[in-house]
């Protein structure tokens, strides 16, 4: 049975391959690819320009921010008392009591990669008190969709609770932050596309049973709408973008990817989420042919990779992967993976295998031999491997500039309890600490 659906997974892989070749080489042919064509080009600038020349660095800031500002308390599985933020971004605004009168200030915490990402902070507070999604072309006042496609920055909070249910892909526009504390949201119905654009922050928010859609008349931003073709049902779509964060979400269930990073996209920190209930968790990269993701910078910490999760968590190409202080908890095939040289530094994560003893391995290179893979950098730094877990380390060996001896070893995969106890969405109180 796991051979079985090996090949399945390995089928459906050939034909994303495939898809995803097909729509990146073949010229416009109609007014609406040539739209996004275009939007893609002028974002490959801007995304060009978010990309470091010195990943390092940015890692090591990254790890000693966490030395510095985490503490070795233990608390209680299920812990009940007074707010305690337990890794420095949650450090930056959880346990003030003003975190609503000072939304805003979320947008200082983020930290990895995707450190310079504003979202919507420099625009006005756009309140959903609609759950609607009814119309694409001119969304209604009142709606998330009526909020993401404005041209102007916008910080979107939601009035109460709410589940919304989305009728086509939700595509965001420059320069918003999608602020679900205070509030229970769930978006689910159809997936949340970030397409040509910079400065997304996604916070708080449930997204779940995202489902493919055969597209329409679908608006992207104040001045434009158009045809859109299929979408896959992915979680979050982030495509040829640039300074994204996506803060403790809780995310399970899609048809497609939870999280996929394609086309050129970079400066990205994926953090505080709790993930399950998932084949295909998140892809960076989704083509061979595709060498503009050379530029991938991604920083996933803090995470929960937690029940019913199959393998890609990530699954990488090309670009520079920081994988830090995650919990693993549950995979069924592998945790990290990739192909086409992708550099991965995997530091202070707890890996729990699973039972079955032909699914021990943390890391799995698809499609390449020893030869080829034997040159990728792949290390595992003060990771905590439990239940049988291993980390097949490659590369670096001649790459001074990748020698381990140059990281800062980041805080030990033994905090890693601690570090992500509060991931995924918070249960936050206007005029309370969350
Ligand atoms: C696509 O269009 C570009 C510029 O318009 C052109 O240079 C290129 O040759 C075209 N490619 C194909 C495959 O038609
Ligand atoms: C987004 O906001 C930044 C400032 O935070 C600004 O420089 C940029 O021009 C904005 N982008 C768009 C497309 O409005
Ligand atoms: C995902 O949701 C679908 C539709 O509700 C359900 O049939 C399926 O069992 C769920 N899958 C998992 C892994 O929970
Ligand atoms: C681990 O990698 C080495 C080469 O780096 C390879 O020879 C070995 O077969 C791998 N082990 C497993 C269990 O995959």
Redesign the pocket.
């Known amino acids: 049975m796991a051979t079985a659906s090996l090949h399945l997974t390995i089928l459906l892989h050939l034909l994303t391959v495939a898809t995803a070749v097909a729509t990146s080489t073949h010229n416009a042919t109609t007014a609406d690819e040539a739209y996004w064509w275009e939007r893609g080009e002028a974002a490959r600038s801007v995304n060009r320009a978010a990309y470091v020349s010195d990943p390092v660095a940015a890692l090591n800031r990254f790890n000693a921010d966490v030395l510095q500002s985490t503490t070795s308390r233990r608390l209680l599985a299920k812990y009940t008392g007074p707010c305690v933020a337990t890794n420095p971004i949650d450090r930056c605004w959880r346990c003030r009591g003003d975190w609503a009168g000072d939304r805003k200030r979320l947008a200082s915490c983020v930290r990895g990669f995707g450190h310079r990402t504003r979202g919507g902070a420099d625009g006005r507070i756009y309140v959903v008190t609609d759950a609607g999604d009814e119309e694409m072309v001119v969304p209604k006042k009142g709606t998330l969709r009526y909020g993401v496609i404005q041209d102007r920055p916008l910080w979107i909070v939601f009035a109460r609770d709410m589940i919304i249910q989305l009728r086509q892909e939700l595509i965001v526009n420059h320069n918003k932050t999608i602020d679900g504390r205070g509030a229970q949201v769930h978006i689910t119905g159809a997936q949340i596309t970030i397409q040509g654009v910079q400065h997304v922050i996604i916070h708080n928010v449930h997204i779940h049973?995202s489902v493919h859609h055969s597209g329409g008349m679908i608006r992207d931003s104040k001045h434009h709408y158009g045809l859109r073709t299929r979408s896959d049902g992915d979680g979050i779509s982030i495509m040829s973008s640039s300074n994204i964060w996506i803060d403790h979400v809780s995310m399970s269930?899609c048809s497609d990817g939870l999280i996929d990073v394609v086309s050129g996209s970079t400066a990205i920190t994926i953090s505080n989420g709790h993930f399950t209930?998932?084949d295909h968790v998140m892809l960076f990269g989704a083509s061979n042919s595709d060498p503009q993701d050379k530029i991938m910078q991604i920083t996933v910490a803090f995470n929960h990779f937690g029940k019913?999760l199959v393998q890609r968590m990530p699954r990488c190409r090309f670009g520079f992967f920081h994988v830090v202080n995650n919990d693993y908890t549950h995979w069924l095939m592998y945790a990290i993976g990739g192909n086409q040289n992708p550099t991965i530094i995997s530091q202070g994560n707890r890996f729990i295998a699973p039972n079955d003893v032909n699914a021990k391995e943390v890391t799995k290179r698809e499609y390449a031999a020893y030869d080829e893979y034997k040159e990728w950098v792949w290390k595992s730094q003060g990771d905590v491997m439990m239940n049988g877990a291993f980390f097949n380390e490659s590369g670096g060996q001649n790459e001074r500039r990748y020698d381990q001896l140059d990281f800062i070893p980041a805080k030990h995969g033994k905090y890693v309890g601690q570090l992500t106890q509060f991931a995924g969405t918070l249960n936050c109180r206007v005029g309370k600490p969350c």
């Open positions: 049973h269930n209930k998932h019913g």
